[in-house]
C-alpha cells in the first residue's frame, strides 16, 4: 500500500472503476462497488468514495462531499498530443484545450462524476 491516497468523490464506482482502469492504466487493488473502491498506478493509490462510503458521510456542519472542484491528480505523459486524441476519440470530455507553460504543457479531463485529472508532458530539453 502506498504512503499517500488521493480521495474523490465519485458518483459511480463501478463507472470509475472502468474508466481509470480503461482510459488511464491504472489497476483494481479492492472493489466493494457500489460503496468504494481503490485503483494504483505508479504509487498512486485512488480512493474511490461512493454515494454509500464513509467517505462521503454529510460533515458536522452539514456540508456534503461532492464530486468536482479544481485540485486534481497529475499523471505525466509522454506524448500529450496522442494522449488526447487517444481519449478524444474514447469519448472522455476535457475542460480545455492543451496549455503550454514554461515545465511543459497540460490539459484537464473529467472522470465520469466530474473530478478532474490532469494529464502533464514535460517540456523536453
Excluded at 494522449?83 to 474514447?90: C, P, S, T
Aim: hydrophobic share 35%; glycine share 10%; net charge negative.
Amino acid at each position: 500500500m502506498s504512503t499517500v491516497s488521493i480521495r474523490y468523490m465519485i458518483d459511480d464506482v463501478p463507472d470509475a472503476i472502468t474508466f481509470y482502469t480503461t482510459h488511464l492504466g491504472f489497476t483494481v487493488d479492492q472493489d466493494a462497488s457500489p460503496a468504494f473502491a481503490s485503483v494504483s498506478r505508479d504509487g498512486v493509490r485512488l480512493l474511490l468514495s461512493g454515494k454509500t462510503s464513509s467517505g462521503r458521510r454529510t460533515m458536522p456542519d452539514g456540508r456534503e462531499p461532492v464530486p468536482g472542484g479544481w485540485n486534481r491528480i497529475h499523471i505525466q505523459v509522454e506524448d500529450l498530443v496522442a494522449e488526447v486524441k487517444r481519449l478524444r476519440e474514447a469519448g472522455v470530455l476535457f475542460r480545455n484545450d492543451i496549455i503550454t507553460g514554461p515545465g511543459g504543457s497540460q490539459i484537464v479531463l473529467d472522470d465520469p462524476s466530474g473530478n478532474p485529472v490532469e494529464l502533464f508532458q514535460p517540456r523536453r530539453s
